[in-house]
Nanobody, 119 residues
Framework: QVQLVESGGGLVQAGGSLRLSCAAS????????MGWFRQAPGKEREFVAA?????HYADSVKGRFTISRDNAKNTVYLQMNSLKPEDTGVYYC???????????????WGQGTQVTVSS
């Protein structure tokens, strides 16, 4: 069955960096668009970044976050630099066959990994 397993979350001070990984299985990873969402306490889940042939970012993370993928390893990454307290939340990996759906309501979701940025 389809699995998306996130890792790499944790506690970091403002200005620091984290790299999230998402290992995928159960589908043909290389033909899927992949993305990251996050959900802060008391807020709606929001789009962060997506990658297909190109990359897409939410305005709030442009210039600080970088999404990448390794199709040989069936893994998508999110490098997060210059972290801010408002980046705190649960980060979810997601996948779909069409990048427009990855940015809105992707079919596949991971369980999430917690990122906490202290001030």
């Amino acid at each position: 069955q389809v699995q998306l397993v996130e890792s790499g979350g944790g506690l970091v001070q403002a200005g620091g960096s984290l790299r999230l990984s998402c290992a995928a299985s159960g589908f043909t990873f290389s033909v899927y668009a992949m993305g990251w969402f996050r959900q802060a306490p008391g807020k709606e889940r929001e789009f962060v970044a997506a990658i297909s042939g190109d990359t897409h970012y939410a305005d709030s993370v442009k210039g600080r976050f970088t999404i990448s993928r390794d199709n040989a390893k069936n893994t998508v990454y999110l490098q997060m630099n210059s972290l801010k307290p408002e980046d705190t939340g649960v980060y979810y990996c997601a996948g779909d066959t069409i990048i427009q759906r990855v940015r809105t309501l992707p079919v596949y979701w991971g369980q999430g990994t917690q990122v906490t940025v202290s001030s």
